[in-house]
């Protein structure tokens, strides 16, 4: 018997589909069962860009920090070539900051011996495997680390950043899970460009627990029918949520929710 | 069973007072914000919050409110400010009940101005029972480092009896409110690099086990 996944054509879940759907079902119905995916936004664009550069700067240490944001810059432009946000031109600017300060911090950790390498695991009583893309793996030190980009640095990481890295780290026996939380400059008090938390054991095992309990949830909810189109009926999304705040995001929900 | 999914489809419509451009807006029916005239509206200071709350670009705004108004809440974080949460109602100028929140310091100074009349007035026999009437009868522009902001000029203008739409409630979600040691909010801790690890020496291969 196949499971409700599997009638959906869904072979796997990932960190990021369970925490859309946590946070915003009627999103995750639109993009990752009726397939209405709009194109990824600048920020999304911008941390790619980012990571990239990053990337460059630690698999080869002489490479100065220069060229490092050049290929930042080379990639943010490839992947917004088409994208007509009035925020890509700041964003692009800003590029420079964000490599600089992620590369003087993650040198420190030496050459990384795994990038966007695939890991999956499983979840008791969840039919299908969650796959995920880790950033860097630093076996030497026995760690994983995922830089995220921002504009100001959060008090704690976050549960959908926890999601992500307890399955990471779940796939990695005893390495720890690191997040390298990067601003484009300084701040004024805090000169701080580059803070890394680091996840307890606690924090993995709880989000796991969550990510077992959410996967659990759209697993039944997706045993109700086996019409994507009735699904959608059963959910309403909120467009003042700041999920919805891209025009083209709204402009695809009003046409699949019909208002 | 009813299913424990989805949005509850309910927006919480709001007002709020834009202190850079002196503008006040409402939810528009079709989302975004409209402008409207500066309002004169019924103001439930009776149930204020106080609390944290953290405005950021394009991700949903967070509160951690205060126990209660003489008990704050520790700090969540970065960029939190001591802010309010108050319904307000016009059916004229709001369409009916609405969140009125904010951490512009310059509104917030007005909104403690006016709660201190309130407290003052709202003992009066006359009062009892009643919600003061607010009046926004102009802004005063206040320089800082930040340039030009506004405050606005609150008054009570009279004491008028609760209607029916705005419930003698808390205007927060219990969720939101800071629950001493319960709710996480200590800051994470930058942690170091890992220390290098020292060459490995080269292998002697005399010194190898041969199988």
């Given at each position: 018997m196949t499971s409700s996944f599997e009638r959906h054509g869904i072979a796997h879940l990932s960190a990021s589909s369970l925490n859309?759907?946590?946070?915003?079902?009627?999103?995750?119905?639109?993009?990752?069962?009726?397939?209405?995916?709009?194109?990824?936004?600048?920020?999304?664009?911008?941390?790619?860009?980012?990571?990239?550069g990053v990337h460059l700067g630690l698999?080869?240490?002489?490479?100065?920090?220069?060229?490092?944001?050049?290929?930042?810059?080379?990639?943010?432009?490839?992947?917004?070539?088409?994208?007509?946000?009035?925020?890509?031109?700041?964003?692009?600017?800003?590029?420079?900051?964000?490599?600089?300060?992620?590369?003087?911090?993650?040198?420190?950790?030496?050459?990384?011996?795994?990038?966007?390498?695939?890991?999956?695991?499983?979840?008791?009583?969840?039919?299908?495997?969650?796959?995920?893309?880790?950033?860097?793996?630093?076996?030497?030190h026995g760690l994983i680390v995922d830089l995220k980009t921002t504009e100001r640095f959060p008090s704690q990481i976050g549960d959908a950043h926890g999601r992500q890295?307890?399955?990471?780290?779940?796939?990695?026996?005893?390495?720890?899970?690191?997040?390298?939380?990067?601003?484009?400059?300084?701040?004024k008090t805090d000169k701080r460009q580059v803070t890394v938390y680091e996840m307890s054991g606690d924090d993995v095992r709880r989000h796991l627990s969550a990510l077992r309990a959410i996967a659990l949830s759209l697993g039944r909810f997706l045993a109700v029918s086996n019409d994507a189109r009735e699904l959608a009926g059963l959910i309403v999304p909120d467009f003042d949520s700041f999920w919805w705040s891209d025009p083209s995001v709204r402009a695809v929900g009003r046409d699949v929710f019909g208002f | 069973m009813p299913l424990n999914i989805g949005g509850s489809g309910v927006v919480k419509p709001y007002v709020k007072y834009n202190a850079k451009a002196d503008k006040w807006f409402v939810r528009a029916p079709e989302g975004g914000d409209q402008e409207i005239a500066r309002p004169t509206f019924l103001l439930d200071l009776k149930n204020i919050r106080t609390g944290w709350l953290r405005f950021r670009e394009g991700q949903?705004?967070?509160?951690?409110?205060?126990?209660?108004?003489?008990?704050?809440?520790?700090?969540?974080?970065?960029?939190?400010?001591?802010?309010?949460?108050?319904?307000?109602?016009?059916?004229?100028?709001?369409?009916?009940?609405?969140?009125?929140?904010?951490?512009?310091?310059?509104?917030?100074?007005?909104?403690?101005?006016?709660?201190a009349a309130f407290e003052e007035q709202?003992?009066?026999?006359?009062?009892?029972?009643?919600?003061?009437?607010v009046a926004c009868t102009g802004s005063d522009p206040m320089k800082?480092?930040?340039?030009?902001?506004?405050?606005?000029?609150l008054e009570i203008v009279k004491w008028a009896d609760r209607p029916a739409e705005l419930a003698d409630a808390s205007p927060v979600d219990e969720a939101?409110?800071?629950?001493?040691?319960?709710?996480?909010?200590?800051?994470?801790?930058?942690?170091?690099?890992?220390?290098?690890?020292p060459a490995k020496p080269a292998v002697d291969p005399a010194l190898e086990t041969e199988f």
């Open positions: 859309l759907w946590a946070a915003q079902p009627a999103l995750w119905i639109m993009e990752r069962l009726l397939g209405r995916r709009t194109p990824p936004g600048i920020p999304a664009a911008r941390g790619k860009a980012v990571e990239h698999t080869n240490p002489r490479l100065s920090i220069e060229e490092c944001i050049e290929g930042a810059e080379r990639e943010f432009i490839r992947q917004t070539a088409l994208n007509t946000d009035p925020r890509r031109e700041d964003e692009r600017k800003k590029l420079a900051g964000w490599v600089r300060g992620a590369i003087e911090e993650l040198r420190q950790y030496g050459a990384p011996d795994g990038y966007q390498e695939k890991i999956e695991i499983r979840l008791d009583d969840v039919a299908v495997p969650l796959i995920g893309y880790i950033d860097w793996r630093f076996s030497d890295g307890a399955a990471y780290a779940s796939a990695h026996g005893n390495f720890g899970m690191r997040f390298a939380y990067a601003k484009p400059a300084p701040g | 949903a705004p967070e509160r951690v409110i205060d126990p209660s108004l003489d008990r704050i809440a520790p700090n969540p974080g970065e960029d939190f400010k001591r802010g309010f949460v108050v319904a307000a109602f016009s059916q004229k100028f709001f369409g009916g009940m609405v969140e009125f929140a904010s951490a512009s310091i310059h509104l917030s100074n007005a909104i403690r101005d006016i709660y709202s003992g009066r026999p006359e009062n009892r029972g009643k919600v003061p009437v800082d480092k930040f340039g030009t902001n506004y405050r606005p000029r939101d409110v800071w629950k001493g040691g319960a709710q996480s909010s200590n800051p994470a801790q930058h942690v170091q690099p890992p220390k290098p690890q």
